[in-house]
């Protein structure tokens, strides 16, 4: 309990959408428990806590997004070049959430082996990884793994990640954590970058992105070399996915390109 009687509001942090699987995560943001006010990025989320938890709605405050206005500010117009820059964004493996043993790794480096080889046997396709700058050994098994295979391939860490997406033509998730989703999702499609996510699971999850077609969603075992090479090459596919991911973002945050300005006010009103 708070003793000294600070009003406080706990500020949405990642991209994360649920499903009934994956529910019992949200125990790691602990809402139900959370006594004074939760500031949220749009609607969806709000209707959410209220519906899932029985949340107030007085103590839910829709802000959008503050980290990510600049990335709505960010965006570039789409050019079709030559060479097609492929950013992969291999989700890394947590203990926090239960799933890291070797079953999973497996997986995870042949599935990534695979894309790899697979994009290499494509002309005029080049990969640059961007890896999640958080201290987990995976990150550095996922280097080991890249390495080996083609020295040459940039392996970004602390890098931009508005400049790192905004220089590659198309972005392809690799998701191997099943509780959740990851914000590199989110801000490719504000990016207006072609996304697909490779999923590791049984089958592909009903996320709203993946309802509404916002994001090429796959699993780990389906074809990789006819998925990636639809999700390369046909442009007409790659529109219907940025118009999706459009539709999406609007529908999921509020407030663009001025969610700062938004929160600091709610701040000084406290």
């Keep these: 309990e708070f003793k000294n009687n600070i009003p406080s509001i706990l500020l949405e942090h990642g991209f994360v959408e649920r499903i009934e699987k994956t529910k019992r995560y949200d ?5 139900p428990n959370f006594h004074d006010k939760i500031a949220v990025w749009g609607e969806i989320k709000k209707e959410y806590l209220m519906n899932q938890y029985g949340i ?12 990510h206005d600049n990335y709505f500010l960010s965006r570039k117009k789409r050019e079709r070049n030559d060479q097609i820059t492929l950013l992969i964004a291999p989700n890394p493996i947590s203990d926090v959430s239960g799933f890291s043993c070797t079953d999973i790794k497996l997986r995870f480096k042949k599935t ?9 046997g494509f002309k005029n396709v080049k990969i640059v990884v961007k890896l999640h700058p958080i201290q987990l050994k995976h990150n550095s098994e ?30 392809l998730v690799i998701s191997p954590d099943i509780p959740g989703t990851t914000t590199m999702l989110l801000e ?3 990016l207006g970058k072609p996304t697909m996510n490779v999923f590791f699971d049984k089958q592909i999850p009903e996320f709203n992105h993946v309802k509404k077609n ?18 390369l090459f046909d442009r007409k596919f790659q529109d219907e996915l940025v118009n999706n991911g459009d539709n999406f973002v609007m ?18 009103s406290i």
């Design 112 to 120: 990534i082996t695979d894309i790899i080889k697979i994009v290499k």
């Design 56 to 67: 107030d709605e007085k103590k839910i405050i829709v802000t959008g997004s503050p980290r």
């Design 188 to 190: 490719s499609m504000i």
């Design 27 to 31: 125990i790691l943001s602990d809402y």
């Design 251 to 268: 529908s999921a945050i509020s407030n663009h390109n001025n969610a700062s300005e938004k929160f600091a006010s709610i701040l000084k």
């Design 142 to 171: 996922i280097q080991l793994i890249i390495k080996e295979l083609d020295t040459t391939i940039p392996i970004l860490l602390w890098t931009s990640v508005i400049d790192t997406i905004n220089q590659a033509d198309a972005v």
């Design 214 to 231: 916002a994001v090429f969603t796959i699993l780990d075992n389906n074809d990789l070399k006819s998925n990636l090479k639809k999700f």
